[in-house]
């Protein structure tokens, strides 16, 4: 069986491949993330994903690498990281009250071909007070995650309904990863028979 790679310096997407029970390693991924404004968002993470695959895949030839990227969606805009707190809060101000789309697309690479998907997951908010968005800005949560939260720590406070993957919110869907990895040959269901 090929070696398995996690093209990532995420600690979710790591915690998240755990939960496949194979083993793998994590590599982290060198690419220019720099992107057309006009690209979809669909489009948009299953081609940064696909660089962080390919990035890596380089060099591991032999193995299997899965890379993915996150983003939110609102309104037309697209929503990545923060750059600092007052970018977080600008962020968080615009979607308290509102449904936005959290987009994960995922790259996996493997015996010279690529193959890509992506998920998208509809998230509502609480209407949320200066206060709040201040309060939340102070635990350190929002500014290495896309649209400045997190589902899986204090943002959960701030979610009120979720309509999708849970944990293509958190930066990796990964019962389709599952399935994608058992369609190329990485046998992962048959370890519960
Ligand atoms: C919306 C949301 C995002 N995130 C995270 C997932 C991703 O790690 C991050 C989006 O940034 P990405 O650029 O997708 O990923 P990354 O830079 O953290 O890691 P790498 O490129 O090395 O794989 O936001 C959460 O952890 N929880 C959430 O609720």
Redesign the pocket.
Known sequence: MPRLVLA???P??KELLEMLHIPFTVC??QVDETISDSISPANMVMELAAR?AKAVAKHHGDSCVVG???I?AIHGDML??PFDKKHAFQMLQTLSGQTHF?FTGVAVFFADTIETFYEKTEVTFWELSEKEIERYIATDEPL????A????GW?SLLVKEIHGDYFS???LPIARVARMLEKIGFPIFQQYE
């Open positions: 990532s310096t995420s979710r997407r982290s991924p962080k993915a990227d996150t939110v990545g990281k959290v290495d995650k896309a649209g939260y997190g589902i899986q943002g919110v958190v930066g």
